[in-house]
Nanobody, 115 residues
């Protein structure tokens, strides 16, 4: 059974950085796509960044130039380097995995941006 485990959230001051990690285990197949979604208080869940198996990336407009997504296909692991964090980036970040036409989600990791 596929398990998705994410980590790296925490408290950071505005302008600071965090690096999120997420690993999909329990499969010998490489994920077709991996990414990160987030949901802030009273807001809908939104796509933050996505990376396909071949390396193509997509970013939500507000994080372009500040966040970088990367992956290790052999480990089925995805990372999100978040720089220049803003208060509006505060949310629960969820790891997303697309594998063999099925979607898998992590439990979420809290990112708090506050002075």
């Amino acid at each position: 059974q596929v398990h998705v485990v994410e980590s790296g959230g925490g408290l950071v001051q505005p302008g600071g950085s965090l690096r999120l990690s997420c690993a999909a285990s329990g499969t010998i197949f490489s994920a077709n796509a991996m990414g990160w979604y987030r949901q802030g208080p009273g807001k809908q869940r939104e796509l933050v960044a996505r990376i396909a198996r071949g390396g193509t990336t997509n970013y939500e407009d507000s994080v372009k130039g500040r966040f970088t997504i990367s992956r290790d296909n052999a480990k089925n692991t995805v990372y999100l380097q978040m720089n220049s964090l803003k208060p509006e980036d505060a949310a629960v970040y969820y790891c997303y995995v697309l594998l063999l036409n099925k979607e898998y989600w992590g439990q979420g990791t809290q990112v708090t941006v506050s002075s």
